[in-house]
């Protein structure tokens, strides 16, 4: 049965959905003032493959992935851009789908913006104040009390006495005590505010997600993920609030993707080393892209440099040239491949082993082409519906091979050179390879005559 590892348990737990037959999941999705770098793709792609492997299992997938639109940085770049917020995040929020597309994500069934959840939000804060675990400030904030909540730090692993002394405690007059966070911030000069029972003001960042997750899926769901980096105190200050609002246990599991390093560091905005999706996508076809962020096992950190981006290329091209040319076979002969396949995927998201077995099949494919044809494309079919599932191999491979360009002048050069070859002008078929070569294309001359492909 499945696996997943639940970052709640350290272990890797069975998973047993609440309801038989059905997932909820809900992902902490964009800030929205930026363009997606590569660590967001990577937060895309990691739970597009859950959610895909999910429901070619049977489950129907309830998938959430909400997007936080109001926050200081949004507010800080849109004033020193001097636009309203909803531009600013409405022009980046497009920017993400069309990124996201690019990487053949398909889209969550729901995409909750914050600002569509001022209610919710401030009737959780409500809860929490009647209940004793929230309290207003001398400023007019309203703080949750941390230490109200005996469980906080479960999911961390951090106790309440090393978080006092530690260097992500804010200092805070208005506070009870250092170790708890706003829930809402009153109204400040020039900033957006809401109306609320506390005074007008905007909710912070954290209650946020209680309020959508709860909305969306109900208190208590099968599945919370995100980023390695949101654990402390983004989720950690999740279950506190759910929990302590609605009296009943938040997610089940809770599953966190490791960082993207570039030169040893995590990829962050923050830091100024990230490359954006945009960039990449410029140089690199997004099923590249989307090859490189599941070949490593999602848990673990994805080491981003160009060569590595050049190697999945590279892999992802010889398991389109295994299909190339192939008949479409209706029936699949899946052997050993297909058990091998939900082997691996059961034993928590294992894409790498995965992988593997679809290079197996790829190479059995070539194997099979000259001796049993109508072997080789049933297990074509088999190789394209398991790289389905992985979101991978959706294409005709001519399509992925030729890649995007200006074909018909391509096309020219090889029926020129065909020409030459007729006449058995050499010299000048040789020179119009070499021309094709320089322009990054790569020539196989088969007995149904001239094929290309980009190198």
């Not at 030169?263 to 960039?279: H, I, P, Q, W």
């Not at 590279?314 to 295994?322: D, I």
């Not at 699949?332 to 593997?356: I, Q, S």
Request: overall charge negative; aromatic content about 8%.
């Amino acid at each position: 049965m499945l696996r997943i590892y639940n970052t709640l348990t350290r272990a890797k737990d069975p998973f047993v959905p609440l309801q038989p037959g059905h997932v909820r999941l809900y992902v902490c999705g964009m800030t929205v003032y930026d363009h997606c770098h590569l660590g967001h793709g990577r937060v895309f792609v990691v739970f597009d493959m859950v959610v895909r492997y999910l429901r070619s299992r049977g489950y129907t997938v309830t998938y959430v992935r909400n997007i936080t639109d109001i926050d200081d940085k949004i507010i800080a770049r849109a004033a020193e851009r001097g636009e309203s917020l909803s531009t600013l995040t409405e022009r980046y929020i497009q920017a993400m789908a069309e990124d996201e597309a690019a990487l053949l994500v398909t889209p969550p069934d729901r995409d909750p913006r914050a600002t569509h959840h001022i209610t919710e939000i401030t009737e959780m804060i409500a809860t929490l104040i009647a209940k004793g675990y929230a309290y207003q400030g001398a400023n007019g904030d309203v703080y949750y009390h941390v230490r109200r909540f005996p469980a906080y730090g479960r999911l961390s692993g951090r106790s309440l006495d090393d978080l006092r002394v530690g260097a992500r405690v804010e200092a805070d007059e208005s506070k009870d005590d250092p170790l708890d966070f706003v829930l809402w911030k009153s109204a400040r000069p020039n900033e957006p505010s809401w109306p609320s029972p506390f005074g007008p003001g905007r909710p912070g960042w954290h209650i946020e997600c209680s309020a959508m997750a709860t909305g969306c899926l109900g208190p208590h769901f099968d599945i919370h993920g995100g980023g390695l980096d949101l654990t402390f105190p983004h989720h950690e200050n999740e279950i506190a609030q759910s929990e302590a609002a609605n009296g009943t246990p938040f997610a089940n599991v809770w599953m966190h993707n490791g960082f993207v390093r570039i030169d040893g560091e995590k990829m962050a905005k923050s830091l100024g080393n990230f490359r954006t999706l945009r960039e990449l996508l410029a140089d690199f076809d997004g099923e590249v892209l989307r090859y490189f962020l599941l070949a490593s096992h999602y848990r673990s950190p994805l080491h981003y440099d160009r060569e590595a981006l050049l190697r999945a290329q590279e892999s992802l091209t010889r398991l389109y040239q295994a299909l190339k040319d192939l008949p479409l076979a209706e029936e699949a002969l899946d052997g050993d491949y297909d058990a091998r396949f939900h082997a691996a995927m059961d034993d928590d998201f294992n894409t790498p082993g995965a992988l593997a077995v679809l290079f197996d099949l790829g190479h059995a494919i070539q194997r099979a082409r000259a001796a049993d044809p109508d072997r080789a494309a049933r297990l074509g079919a088999t190789l394209r519906r398991l790289g389905g599932i992985l979101g991978l191999l959706s294409r005709p491979p001519a399509r992925f091979l030729q890649g995007e360009g200006d074909h018909a002048a391509i096309e020219a050069l090889i029926a020129e050179r065909d020409a030459a070859r007729s006449r058995r002008e050499w010299a000048r078929s040789d020179a119009l390879r070499e021309e094709l070569r320089a322009r990054g294309v790569i020539l196989e001359d088969t007995p149904g005559g001239t094929v290309w492909r980009r190198a």
